[in-house]
């Protein structure tokens, strides 16, 4: 499995964005799907996480209440839906697949997207 992260940009606080996942490959809808995040000087960490069939989802809890992360199997696409975004989530963000939705050691990583967030 190939991914594709896209959506990034500069927006304001209180802003919002959509970042998409887009798989190549067969299997997409056998993986867990993790949204992931790493600021400068940062280590990366979990933001968001879907099981191969969207009924389970887990989230950090900064972002609880401000971002969904849901999939369309049939478009092999996920998505992290951002609102309300502050100065502290400006990173890297990246997607990433796994067999689980545990991620401890994921199997397939996407390229990151900016997403930067100013006041």
């Known amino acids: 499995v190939q991914l594709q992260a896209s959506g990034g940009g500069l927006v304001q606080a209180g802003g919002s964005l959509r970042l998409a996942c887009v798989a190549s490959g067969r299997a997409f809808s056998s993986y867990a799907i993790g949204w992931f995040r790493q600021a400068p000087g940062k280590e990366r960490e979990s933001v968001a996480t879907?099981?191969?069939?969207?009924?389970?989802?887990s989230y950090l809890d900064s972002v609880k209440g401000r971002f969904t992360i849901s999939r369309d199997n049939a478009k092999k696409t996920a998505y992290l839906r951002m609102n309300n975004l502050e100065v502290g989530d400006t990173a890297v963000y990246y997607c990433?697949?796994?067999?689980?939705?545990?991620?401890?050691?994921?199997?397939?990583w996407g390229q990151g997207t900016q997403v930067t967030v100013s006041s």
């Open positions: 879907i099981t191969w069939n969207g009924s389970v989802t």
């Open positions: 990433a697949a796994d067999h689980t939705n545990s991620f401890v050691t994921p199997l397939y």
